[in-house]
């Protein structure tokens, strides 16, 4: 029994991370595949335009295939997150870099848009959902220091991938139309698979196994199992629901420019190279926001709360700016806005999940990041058909980025209300509950086990 703290204290230190060693291989693996998911995501506007030509249907109607997959990515990240806590992460990533290619690849036959809403949205979602949250997570928990900054030099890929992917898939339309365009893509998907065979597997305990063996016929030891796996008990914290909440908010707006901002600006009068290059100057300046905002956060000298929301308060008024800019009918007053709002977009990216651990503690962030991408997927899913649903009332999309900068201010709002928010200090994260719970159930089995030894 003497042994037993010594032996957790380990493994909390090796949660914490080593800041550095192997962690740096898997922020290059992190850097690759967040480039072939939210990279790739961001820059499906290209295909926005040939969408509604060839199937002739509302923006609207197509706005669906982007958010149906965003919010699968998002509603089966817990489902990631939990057969990384049961199993292993690195067939978990490497599975999802499987289906997220495989979506793309059937997307090239559609024929009709139910077809691109099961394979772009709901298959190559399934597989964004399996790669996103674990490689997330992993690379947190091998740093402490230096969390922020791995975080931001990780996702600075979605700004690169941006800049360089915008011009990439226009040509590849133009080249191979939007079918070979789509299959080409497919088969760049599939190097998420060796950037998750990088992940270390994680050896388990043997004790907790032989306990679960043992309880394996009670329904309510498996509920509590699967509870476990999944983190449900974050669902009754308020600091947890709250920051959720705001997360939400922020997501509803957040990928609208993403979307619509290419038809936007054809729509204003500009030609398709120039739309195309406004979005690849809005990524070029988010790597640099990237960047910057985990080297700043990582100063200490602010509370990671505080620079969310100023960096989410800025990228709200900047979206709304966006359609303002276009009203002269200048070129250069929309790039410049542009390159603002990419900023503070790849700012606030890497501060979003480096607030999780600071609520809810290390050792359950896999579940919470999880939880996080589930409760925020509605969000996701009606943001941009919303936009897409304005444009089609109002004849532009000036109403919808509007709306969009507005629920951006209403996520800051809400990350006003979390406790100690004035503060100029963070709180303690919450103890975890269930710890105790599989202490106690360790020992009872150890108990049991003596009992059954004494009366044999």
Same mark, same amino acid.
């Given at each position: ?276 290059? =406004? ?12 960047? =910057? ?23 709200? =008024? ?139």
């Amino acid at each position: 029994m003497s042994n037993l703290k010594p032996k957790a204290e380990s493994q909390s230190d090796e949660a914490e991370g080593p800041d550095g060693g192997w962690g740096w291989v898997l922020v290059g693996a992190l850097f690759v595949s967040t480039s072939l998911v939210f990279g790739l995501m961001r820059s499906l506007g290209i295909f926005f335009v040939e969408f509604v030509q060839y199937f002739d249907e509302s923006a609207q109607a197509i706005s669906w295939i982007s958010s149906i997959g965003l919010a699968s990515q998002q509603f089966f990240s817990p489902l990631g997150a939990a057969l990384c806590n049961a199993y292993d992460t690195r067939i978990v990533v490497m599975t999802g870099g499987c289906l997220s290619g495989l979506g793309l690849i059937l997307a090239s036959r559609a024929t009709c848009l139910v077809h691109l809403y099961l394979t772009m949205g709901a298959i190559s979602g399934l597989g964004w959902g399996l790669v996103f949250t674990p490689m997330v997570a992993t690379v947190m928990a091998n740093f402490t220091r230096r969390r922020a900054l791995a975080l931001g030099l990780a996702f600075s890929s979605v700004g690169i991938s941006s800049f360089a992917f915008n011009p990439l898939f226009q040509l590849l339309v133009e080249t191979y139309a939007w079918r070979g365009a789509l299959l080409i893509l497919g088969g760049l998907s599939l190097n998420i698979v060796p950037c998750g065979a990088l992940v270390r597997p994680k050896r388990r305990p043997k004790a907790p196994a032989k306990a679960d063996s043992e309880s394996r016929p009670s329904c309510a030891s498996l509920l509590h199992r699967v509870s476990s796996y999944l983190e449900l008990s974050l669902l009754l914290e308020r600091p947890y629901l709250t920051y959720t909440l705001g997360v939400s908010l922020l997501n509803v707006g957040y990928f609208v420019p993403y979307f619509h901002l290419v038809a936007h600006s054809r729509q204003t009068g500009f030609s398709e190279y120039q739309a195309a290059f =406004v979005m690849s100057a809005a990524g070029a300046s988010d790597i640099l926001g990237r960047v =910057v905002s985990g080297w700043f956060a990582d100063l200490g000298r602010f509370r990671l709360i505080h620079l969310l929301s100023l960096w989410t308060t800025l990228a709200g =008024v900047f979206i709304m700016l966006l359609p303002v800019s276009t009203l002269s009918g200048s070129y250069a007053a929309l790039m410049v806005i542009s390159l603002f709002y990419g900023f503070c977009s790849g700012t606030l990216t890497s501060v979003v999940f480096a607030v999780v651990p600071k609520i809810v503690g290390v050792e359950r962030l896999m579940g919470a990041l999880g939880l996080l991408q589930l409760l925020e997927s509605g969000a996701g899913l009606l943001g941009t058909p919303l936009s897409g649903f304005l444009k089609d009332v109002t004849g532009n999309y000036i109403t919808s980025f509007i709306v969009a900068g507005g629920f951006l201010i209403l996520s800051t709002l809400t990350f006003a209300t979390l406790p100690h928010y004035f503060s100029w200090t963070d709180p303690p994260p919450p103890q975890r509950c269930s710890r105790h719970d599989d202490k106690d159930m360790g020992l009872n089995s150890e108990l049991e086990q003596m009992n059954s030894l004494s009366s044999a």
